[in-house]
């Protein structure tokens, strides 16, 4: 900025020699504005273009300064008479396209970029911001990296990138993009906002907290402010801020179907399932195509019992980017609920292990009503999967496997209970359908038996993709300190990554042992893992595979549960897998102390 000043009063002793001249006076109005004197700029450029009123690049300059300055209008009119003066002008051209863009006029600012910019650095935000508009987030990054190369003090530019990063889930970079933004204009809401958002996706919830609370401060009217600062809250546990923040935004936006969504959810997990239903009813009926509102109301359908229309509603999760993986496209028509006897029919695994399993238990309704299956499951339980049902063909989903055809049908393994759990008593008496190995099941029980005398409880503390919304509907393994304290009971290690930190907390706190082996691979090898559960006496489990591998092989579980699990349908016990007995926190639970307390209790007897 010092080299900008000295240039400042070198041109302002040339102009004290030579007042009249237009080129000083547009000079100086530039190093003016580089130096944020707003005023000064419009006031020496105005006089410039009053001593040459033909140059049209003193129009365009004045456009970009009334524009900066706030005077939306007059840099309209700047920059429509730099084009009359020069058709074609790239740089009026450019500044015209950005306002109209701020104006919402995207027609006519796509419509100028057509008919050509040019290559100038003022081009590639317009460019950038039209990609953007477009869903062309790599392309709109390009441009506006090019445009910040030249420009790196254009806050709203830095947003812009801020938001092409995200859209390619580029969340780093994007934090910078939005630092960046916010650094340069403090007051800008949309980058505390997002910057709060990005954050919060990264886990980083404490740190988001700050920028969705000056993003509220900045602009307490605006509804969106309050719904980002809910989503911080309730991923740190907050769920009474979170939901005074949710009824403020409603309460300024009633047609903000986003947070009435968001609301739902949140009652859900506050067990306030009626009001959750109202919330989730209201975003659906502001918004029917919602597709994460739809998918947040099924999970309140089917944990209120409600099974035919919440598998109804579950069948929006291909139309977000939550439910993972992405559906398949398959040339065969989609199987539903069609009479399946001498019927091809492949089936494809969605989500995670733990739900895949669940979902698989429906199989065998297919076999029995005379289907020829075929299923795709993960890698890891392809041979668990093929020994318990024999009359399946089962692939291994990995990409490389031939599937073959052709198929009279195909669907994937989450829609199946739409046609074959459509209530409660369309679930087989007994969840267990696999199968470990003998040989695996003996070598365990040899290995368990060398521990000494005890019941064999294996133990498993959370879920493998901890996300932080997800995080607390999972005990930390402190809270898992009174079971391990209990007498009479020997440990097993079930927790399959990295926990090795939490194992020897727990042993120096507690003096319990809590056995595991290094050549075992709790994550892939789940022949093996099969073999040790079934040698266990029981497990106490987080909702995770672990919870679903015990129940399909019928073994005692307790689940420990945030309440919030929408699999039991309400009920204590799983409908999937009934040895799994499901204890969870209720609201007014203030810790995981009294569902420990009653899985306590229940080991105990």
Known sequence: MSAVFELAQGCQAELAADPENPVLLHRLGRLMGQLGQQELELALVGQAIARAPDMASYHADLGDALL???HVIDARAAYEHTLALEPGNAEATAGLADLLLDEGDVRQARALVVGGIGPTARGSRAVGRLALIDGQSARAVESLLSYLAGAPTDSAAAFYLGV??????????????????VGLDPELFEGHANLATVLTALGRSAEALINADRAVTLAPGRAGGYLNRANCLRDLGRLADARADLGRAVAI????????????????????????????????????????ARWNRSFTLLATGQ??????????????????????????PAWRGEPAAHQRILVW???????ELMFLTCLADLVEAGALV?????????????????????????GATPVGGPFDFQIGVASLPQYLRADRTAFPATGAFLAADPGRVAEWRIRLGALGPGRRIGVCWRSGLLTPERQRHYPAIDALRPLFEMPGLVWVNLQYDDC????????????????????????????????????????VTAPTAVSSLAGALGRPTWQVD??????????????????????????????????IDQVRVELAG
């Open 307 to 332: 099974l035919r229309e919440g598998w109804a509603e579950y069948e929006w999760r291909h139309q977000t980017k939550a439910a993972g993986p992405e559906p398949r496209a398959f040339p065969w």
């Open 349 to 355: 695994r969605e989500q995670g292990i733990g739900d």
């Open 253 to 292: 936006d009633p047609g903000y179907a986003e947070a009435w969504s968001t609301l739902g959810n949140l009652d859900h997990d506050l067990g306030a399932m009626s009001h959750a239903l109202d919330a989730h009813n209201r975003a659906i009926h502001l918004s029917p195509s919602l597709a994460q």
């Open 164 to 181: 092409a990063l995200q859209a390619e889930d580029l969340l780093e970079p994007a934090v910078a993009a939005y630092r960046q933004a």
């Open 500 to 539: 090795g930190e939490e194992l020897t907390w727990v042993e120096r706190e507690t003096g319990a042992r809590i056995h595991r082996w290094s050549d075992v691979d709790l994550r892939n090898d789940f022949e093996s893992v099969a073999g040790l559960v079934m040698a266990l006496d029981g497990i």
């Open 68 to 70: 900066r300055s706030g």
């Open 374 to 398: 075929t299923v795709l499951v993960s890698p890891r339980l392809q041979s668990l999967v093929a020994r318990a049902l024999p009359a399946v063909r089962v692939l291994p989903d990995d």
């Open 562 to 595: 945030s309440g919030s699990d929408w699999t039991t349908f309400g009920e204590p016990r799983s409908p999937w897998f009934p040895t799994v007995r499901v204890i969870g926190r209720t609201p007014s639970d203030p810790d995981w102390s009294g569902v």
